[in-house]
């Protein structure tokens, strides 16, 4: 098994009545990229201050590298926690140059110093960007500027907090794929902190979501996206609709849209909340269908068809851009799916 | 096509003519006096020239320079450590210590002087305190540069606490704890990190604190300290020639009194490019002091006891003496009267010359407003006595020659830039679509300004007369030389006192100026806290 960058175990952090953190436990292991999605508000930053030593929580343990930064008896300050962090606004220092920048954090003097400086601005491809100040970066530069200099000293984690969300939309895919090859050249540990959802199945190997404090579920990008273990996680990663079933088979659920292959095991009987991808189902309009369509939305490629159910709950389906249905046809739905369906204990 | 545009917008964008003329007329009125020292000192031949060369003013240079430089220092080492620990920690009361350590502003350098002089001359309240128990039979002296720079840093050290307040809660956090996470611990970021942001804040504030220095009258005359204000007030009473000196001098002292501000605003404009341009929301992180807080207390508690309990006990301590020896309060009377109504009238006339300058500067931005302003810092960068001179220069033989109007008006050419960078900023914070709607409702640039423009800056107008009857209730230098005969105000009662060792005579109306200047020094805050009504509406739109 792999060596362990970060552990956590029962983190807790409240501000007063709010608890902002709640028993956070996982493992990252070394290497691993782990992306933290949520909405905003959701802890998930807190979280990351906590690791980087910057918060003082209630409970819990944090490990960085095997060693303990955080107890209930220990607080190691964040200057001695081997902990790289980039911040939101990059927090270049300006009265600095971009060498200077990223020698600040090096321990060692002299033309190791200049060697490694060297280094980092090849890493991000700024080679001739050493003598200039922070403030004659675009912001894409000033972003690789301020990965370099958290990854200069080699830190056992990096941190990066919302780094995208400062950058205009169109750079950000690309700056993204940019940071992604950098981290992965240099084996670094990360742990990146993200409210869009695209951004994790992105960049992290795995990927955490993050609600209320809790996080509510830690797999592979694939994983989290076919199998959610919560209703919270299926809606957030990806779009999903859910309807009501009953189970009345080992691997079917009776619903109003007919009968659906379902993964998972619940006993025949229980009544289950269905979780409906856009992509899982098809339809073919017919005039005694049960379903009418009620919204049509355009995406270039697709057509997402909102439709509308006898019991008035309502599913999304994609279909190719070459299927155009009216408003108010009647559909039926075809259930020959390759995809199961995921079933959750109804609320 | 292009010019046709300009054209067009020329006539959009064109200020009331009347408005023009008068911004012009205050320009040259205050620009006057001065040209007119300039020609006298230049046209003094060069006997005059001679005598300012020589050994005395290379000492009266060596002094000044000597002030300039400590006075900052000695108010960076104050001022520091207080705004670090009021904006920073958690400090019990920051608020309350934040209010207290800015106050001795009000404190004109002449009564802090008195205080020094009444508490720690040789024969002083200390040596009183200590001849009993420890037979202390005299303590060294005071007077000259010690007692100097002790009062012209205790009234001014909060230029640079201010600025240093405001920089200190601006850094973003962020930066800090990068700082952190790269390694580095609290006393290598604040050197590395946080210093380094504060160099503009240092910078202007210390210049400030420097030409306050230089421009000081008050307490290095009664320090006996022969600096360049002093030795220009010295000449001048100097009968046979000693005014023609005193016009080549000020001439040097103007010299580097431009250039400091020169310097002051070249470092302002830097600033901008340190400004964290990512505006910031989150708060500076707080740090615990722990056990720390005890020392903390202890210094802050030194700071306001040294700078502003002490020397108000001292005054009124002396003021019961006074009044138990006899001393009549009918004798602080009359100054107190002549004191209120100057600054009063000072405030009325500064307004009225400041508001079209200000609303040119502000609303009709060219070039020709741009010279206008620059011109209106003159009072900014000259020393009172080098205005007082020149308008001495400029009146003596006429009947204007030591009358009310003279001094009113030495006190437009002093205070004008204040009152035109309050009224402007004021006028700026308003959104300028405010006057287009007015306009497009059928009022032309004059009503405009009339309607719209001045009631929505009336807080800023308010303020900035505030401002000035506070300044010219301290004002000293231009007041001693350009009174009427026989007109005392408080501050001019207070120095005559204390230069002839009449210590009981000074305190009565040195507590009734501090009384009086906390007024509208309270009108100010009130109006600062009031701020962000107006704007919060215009903002909207």
């Keep these: ?347 | 096509m292009f010019e046709i545009n300009n054209e067009f917008k020329r006539k959009i964008n064109r200020a009331p003519i009347s408005v023009w003329i008068f911004a012009v007329l205050v320009t040259v009125a205050i620009t006057l006096p001065l040209v007119y020292l300039g020609i006298r000192a230049f046209g003094a031949g060069v006997e005059t020239w001679g005598l300012v060369f020589r050994f005395r003013t290379v000492r009266t240079m060596g002094r000044t320079f000597a002030l300039v430089v400590s006075a900052p220092l000695l108010s960076l080492g104050i001022s520091l450590p207080v705004a670090w620990l009021t904006t920073r920690t958690d400090l019990p009361f920051r608020r309350t210590w934040s209010v207290l350590t800015a106050l001795p502003l009000v404190i004109p350098s002449y009564i802090f002087a008195y205080v020094v002089i009444v508490a720690l001359s040789p024969r002083g309240m200390l040596q009183q305190l200590l001849a009993g128990p420890f037979g202390v039979e005299r303590l060294p002296s005071i007077y000259g540069f010690p007692g100097a720079l002790l009062s012209v840093t205790a009234v001014s050290y909060p230029y640079l606490l201010l600025p240093l307040q405001a920089s200190l809660r601006g850094i973003d956090p962020s930066l800090e704890e990068a700082s952190h996470s790269l390694g580095h611990g609290f006393f290598s970021t604040f050197r590395k990190i946080t210093l380094p942001q504060l160099r503009p804040a240092i910078a202007s504030g210390g210049l400030l604190i420097a030409l306050y220095s230089l421009r000081d009258f008050g307490a290095v005359s009664l320090m006996r300290f022969e600096t360049f204000t002093f030795a220009i007030y010295n000449q001048y009473l100097t009968p046979f020639g000693g005014r023609m000196i005193a016009a080549a001098l000020s001439m040097v002292l103007l010299l580097f009194a431009v250039s400091l501000m020169i310097m002051e605003s070249k470092t302002r404009n830097k600033s901008q490019f340190y400004g964290n341009g990512k505006g910031n929301s989150q708060d500076p992180n707080i740090i615990e002091l722990g056990r720390w807080r005890w020392p903390a207390l202890i210094f802050c508690s030194f700071v306001v006891i040294i700078f502003l309990i002490l020397p108000v006990t001292i005054l009124g301590y002396w003021a019961t003496r006074g009044l138990a020896a006899g001393e009549s309060l009918q004798m602080a009377w009359s100054p107190a009267l002549n004191s209120l109504h100057v600054s009063g009238l000072a405030a009325l006339v500064v307004i009225l010359a400041a508001l079209p300058i200000a609303i040119l500067t502000s609303r009709f931005s060219g070039k020709l407003s741009q010279i206008l302003e620059k011109f209106t810092y003159i009072g900014f960068a000259l020393p009172g006595i080098v205005i007082a001179l020149s308008l001495v220069f400029f009146a003596v033989g006429t009947r204007l020659y030591h009358t009310l109007g003279l001094l009113i008006f030495g006190y437009m050419i002093l205070f004008l830039p204040l009152a035109v960078g309050s009224i402007r900023n004021s006028l700026l914070q308003i959104n300028p679509k405010m006057e287009e709607v007015s306009r497009s409702l059928g009022r032309n640039a004059s009503e405009t300004i009339r309607s719209v423009t001045i009631p929505l800056s009336k807080n800023g107008i308010f303020s900035a007369g505030a401002l000035v009857f506070l300044v010219t209730m301290k004002e000293l230098q231009a007041t001693l030389i350009l009174s009427p005969l026989n007109f005392d105000t408080l501050a001019t009662s207070i120095w005559h006192a204390t230069s002839e060792a009449f210590f009981a005579r000074a305190a009565v109306p040195a507590l009734l100026l501090i009384l009086f200047s906390s007024i509208p020094m309270m009108i100010i805050l009130i109006f600062w806290h009031r701020k962000g009504k107006y704007e919060k509406i215009s903002g909207s739109l």
């Design chain 1, 1 to 347: 098994m792999k060596r362990s960058a970060v552990r956590c175990e029962n983190l807790t952090k409240t501000f007063g009545e709010t608890t902002a953190v709640e028993d956070v436990s996982f493992d990252l292991e070394k290497g691993d990229i782990l992306a933290l999605v949520g909405p905003s508000g959701c802890g998930k930053t807190t979280l990351l201050r906590l690791i980087g030593g910057f918060e003082v929580h209630d409970r819990g343990k944090v490990y960085v590298g095997g060693k303990t930064v955080l107890s209930e008896r220990k607080f190691i300050p964040p200057e001695r926690r081997d902990v790289g962090i980039v911040f939101q606004n990059y927090a270049l220092f300006p009265h600095l140059t971009v060498s200077e920048n990223i020698a600040y954090g090096l321990s060692f003097e002299g033309t190791q110093r200049e060697k490694r400086v060297g280094e980092m601005l090849t890493l991000i491809g700024l080679e001739d960007y050493g003598s200039k100040m922070p403030h004659e970066l675009s912001g894409g530069e000033q972003q690789r500027v301020a990965l370099a200099r958290a990854l200069a000293p080699d830190p056992e984690i990096l941190l990066l907090d919302e780094p995208f969300s400062n950058l205009d939309a169109d750079l950000r895919t690309r700056i993204r794929s940019e940071v992604r090859e950098i981290l992965k050249r240099t084996e670094a540990s990360v742990i990146f902190v993200t409210h869009d959802q695209d951004e994790a199945l992105y960049m992290g190997d795995r990927v955490g979501v993050m609600n209320e404090g809790k996080l509510v579920q830690i797999d592979s990008p694939e994983y989290l996206f076919h199998y959610p273990n919560n209703p919270f996680v299926g809606e957030f990663i990806g779009t999903a609709d859910f309807i009501k079933g009953k189970i009345n088979g080992e691997e079917s659920v009776e619903t109003e849209m007919g009968d659906l292959r379902y993964h998972g095991t619940f006993s025949p009987g229980t009544s289950v909340d269905v979780m409906i991808r856009p992509d899982f189902i098809d339809i073919e309009p017919v005039n005694e269908g049960v379903g009418e369509i009620i919204d049509r939305i355009f995406r270039g490629m697709h057509y997402l068809y909102k439709i509308r159910l006898p019991s008035g709950l309502t599913v999304r389906a994609l279909k190719h851009h070459t299927e155009n249905y009216k408003l108010g046809t009647n559909v039926t739905f075809d259930l020959d799916q390759e995809h199961k369906v995921i079933c959750f204990p109804e609320k």
